[in-house]
């Protein structure tokens, strides 16, 4: 069964920086390439970055909004994908999802985490 | 990249079908077969429904259906039961990046 778990949120101060984790188990996590989407309270779904597999060259793409703050990794010996999260802005405030890409074969968000909260306040 | 655009509500008696339109660009919607569609429940997470434009992915009932014609794709929903009330989002890889839809809240009446 593919699951995923997210970690790391919380309250942070204006200008801060948190680390989310967000470890995979049920499938071979080398192969795939994760993502990571968000949502503002009571606002829609954002995609925020991806990470490829190494085997596609391991490259990083990022939303305009958080490009140059937020950097995407990942540990495939931990079974584990992280975004750090820096110079936070209040409308940065958000569930943070973690999502797998392919991994049922088929291009689409296909498995997601529950979720961690990141509040922005002063 | 800006977010594609979907009306914010939709309705329908259950037993009904109601359509959900998602609107982008060449760039986006219009340039690739990578439409997908997710449902999310209040408190939830997003739970893929339809993806590469019109597949279902194995669980999902046959009364969900997606289409797209030129920078527009489309989600059906057929014979309206009340568990479908959520919103629903859809989602398309633009190149580098991919762009989500602004969002429809489903109401079943």
């Known amino acids: 069964e593919v699951q995923l778990v997210e970690s790391g949120g919380g309250l942070v101060e204006p200008g801060g920086s948190l680390r989310l984790s967000c470890a995979a188990s049920?499938?071979?996590?080398?192969?795939?390439?994760m993502s990571w989407v968000r949502q503002a309270p009571g606002k829609g779904l954002e995609w925020v970055a991806q990470?490829?597999?190494?085997?596609?060259?391991?490259?990083?793409d990022y939303a305009a909004p958080v490009k140059g703050r937020f950097s995407i990794s990942r540990d495939d010996s931990k079974n584990t994908f992280y975004l750090q999260v820096n110079s936070l802005k209040t409308e940065d405030t958000a569930v943070y999802y973690c999502a797998t890409l392919g991994v049922s074969g088929y291009w689409a968000f296909d498995y997601w985490g529950q979720g961690a909260l990141v509040t922005v306040s002063s | 990249q800006s977010a594609l655009t979907q009306p914010p509500s939709a309705s329908g008696s259950p037993g009904q079908s109601v359509t959900i339109s998602c609107t982008g660009t060449?760039?986006?919607?219009?340039?690739?077969?990578?439409v997908s569609w997710y449902q999310q429940h209040p408190g939830k997470a997003p739970k893929l429904m339809i993806y590469?434009?019109?597949k279902r992915p194995t669980g999902v009932p046959d009364r969900f259906s997606g289409s797209k014609s030129g920078n527009t794709a489309s989600l059906t929903v057929s014979g309206l039961r009340a568990e479908d009330e959520a919103d629903y989002y859809c989602t398309s890889y633009a190149g580098t990046n991919n762009v989500f839809g602004t969002g429809t809240k489903l109401t079943v009446l």
């Open positions: 049920g499938f071979t996590f080398s192969y795939f390439w």
């Open positions: 590469e434009v019109s």
């Open positions: 990470i490829k597999s190494r085997a596609d060259g391991g490259t990083t």
């Open positions: 060449s760039s986006d919607v219009g340039g690739y077969n990578y």
